[in-house]
């Protein structure tokens, strides 16, 4: 079976911090993403990754950014924390077409304050 | 995601039958997908349609119409366990998601 982790169930962080969340994939997969998911919204995608040191912006990358230096890891970086990112950040992986079935991680709930 | 469309919340009856209705606009159509999402947990995959018709997996089916920009997840024999978030997706993004709420 596909294992997609996180770092983190839950976090709680401040206004300013610096936060980073991480995701690791079991299943040789090329790509991997970060999404967040809000109430009323659904998930909306930050940015994806389709190799190594590869990136792509999603739909919302505006305060965040990635980074691959391994194909199992995909981390996302929050330069300095806003209340407006409290949210459910997902992590997902998929083969290399990008609109193959994707495999989750469990999610981070992170709080900013 | 704006260009998906999928009713909130739906309500049905242990042992029915619940038709989750999705519309979308997308460019460059790459097949639809349909995920299951308990309270709390992580998305997973539950069908993929890419042609027009019907694709029957067990109790759950899934319909594509291309030309409508339509679809629909058929949830037969309705189970306590089916209570979730039914989320539908496609190139352009994620629809909300339809909470589905199953009474006995």
């Known amino acids: 079976d596909v294992k997609v982790t996180q770092s983190s169930r839950y976090l709680v962080k401040r206004t300013g911090e610096k936060v980073f969340l991480e995701c690791v994939q079991d299943?040789?997969?090329?790509?991997m993403f970060w999404y967040r998911q809000d109430p009323g919204l659904g998930l909306r995608l930050i940015y994806f990754?389709?190799?190594?040191?590869?990136?792509e912006k999603g739909d919302i990358p505006e305060g965040y950014s990635v980074s691959r230096e391994k194909k199992e890891r995909f981390s996302l970086i929050l330069e300095s924390a806003s209340t407006n990112q409290t949210s459910m950040y997902l992590c997902?992986?998929?083969?290399?077409?990008?609109?193959?079935?994707?495999?989750f991680g469990p999610g981070t709930r992170l709080t900013v304050l | 995601g704006q260009n998906i469309d999928q009713p909130t919340e739906m309500t049905a009856t242990e042992g029915a039958i619940v038709q989750i209705n999705c519309t979308y606009q997308?460019?460059?159509?790459?097949?639809l997908f349909w995920y299951q999402q308990h309270a709390g947990e992580a998305p997973t995959f539950l069908s993929y349609?890419?042609l027009d018709g019907l694709e029957e997996k067990g109790r759950f089916s899934s319909f594509l119409s291309r030309s409508k920009g339509y679809s629909y997840l058929l949830l037969k024999e309705l189970q306590m366990k089916d209570s979730a978030s039914y989320l539908c997706?496609?190139?352009?993004?994620w629809g909300a998601g339809t909470k589905l709420i199953i009474k006995p």
């Open positions: 997902a992986s998929s083969f290399v077409r990008i609109y193959n079935e994707q495999f």
């Open positions: 299943m040789d997969h090329e790509n």
């Open positions: 990754s389709y190799d190594v040191k590869m990136k």
């Open positions: 997308t460019s460059g159509f790459n097949g």
């Open positions: 349609n890419v």
């Open positions: 997706a496609v190139r352009s993004g």
